[in-house]
């Protein structure tokens, strides 16, 4: 199986700043890369697909790159309910992988 | 506007079974890719099983020969029959939907699964 592993685990930040949240794959994956946010006591919501594809609704200020081993997903102007958890989910092969979260607080 | 409410959860004793259903509404479960993520207590994320429109399923290592995926066209459900249950498999499993790239798009609201004696 590939293993994903993100961090920091749990960074802080405040209302306004810029976060980046690094996942790093056990072998390449292309840009078979997800990213979800989930909100406490909340459903998972994708936020970026294929590495860098914005889903729609969500906005602009997160944005993903990266290919092969090595990902990042950047928050902007970061907003009260962007305090989450982030995961990363490898979806080059089955089983589809997810990285083991990164607990951002604001 | 899609839907996915999932059912059947609750406590059982090590040994166990359970079957999980989840109605979906907004789109046809036999025309897309759906799948099963659960997640235990305090924890991440695991992918545990997906059903493909093809009918073609694939589990995780850890729920193989225990877990079977399958749907009901006409109820426009998902199931997962969960038997031999363990500690470990205690978490919240939630049905969704895989759209471009694999990507989990739409997701239920999750259901309990408790196992313990």
């Known amino acids: 199986d590939i293993q994903m592993t993100q961090s920091p685990s749990s960074p802080s930040a405040s209302v306004g700043d810029s976060v980046t949240i690094t996942c790093r794959a056990s072998?390449?994956?292309?840009?078979?890369l997800n990213w979800y946010r989930q909100r406490p006591g909340k459903s998972p919501q994708l936020l970026i697909y294929s590495a860098s594809t914005l889903q729609s609704g969500v906005p602009s200020r997160f944005s993903g790159s990266g290919s092969e081993t090595n990902f990042t997903l950047t928050i902007s102007s970061l907003q009260p309910e962007d305090s989450a958890t982030y995961y990363c989910q490898q979806t080059y092969n089955i089983p589809y992988t997810f990285g083991q979260g990164t607990k951002l607080k604001i | 506007e899609v839907q996915l409410v999932e059912s059947g959860g609750g406590l059982v004793q090590p040994g166990g079974s359970l079957r999980l259903s989840c109605v979906a509404s907004?789109?046809?479960?036999?025309?897309?890719?759906m799948t099963w993520v659960r997640q235990a207590p305090g924890k991440g994320l695991e992918w545990v099983s997906v059903l493909h429109s093809s009918g073609t399923t694939y589990y995780a290592d850890s729920v193989k020969g225990r877990f079977t995926i399958s749907r009901d066209n006409f109820m426009n459900t998902l199931y997962l029959q969960m038997n031999s249950l363990t500690v470990e498999d205690t978490a919240v499993y939630y049905c969704?939907?895989?759209?471009?790239?694999?990507?989990?798009?739409?997701w239920g609201q999750g259901s309990r699964v408790t196992v313990s004696s």
């Open positions: 969704a939907r895989e759209w471009v790239a694999a990507a989990i798009d739409f």
């Open positions: 072998q390449r994956i292309s840009s078979s």
């Open positions: 907004g789109l046809t479960v036999s025309s897309n890719y």
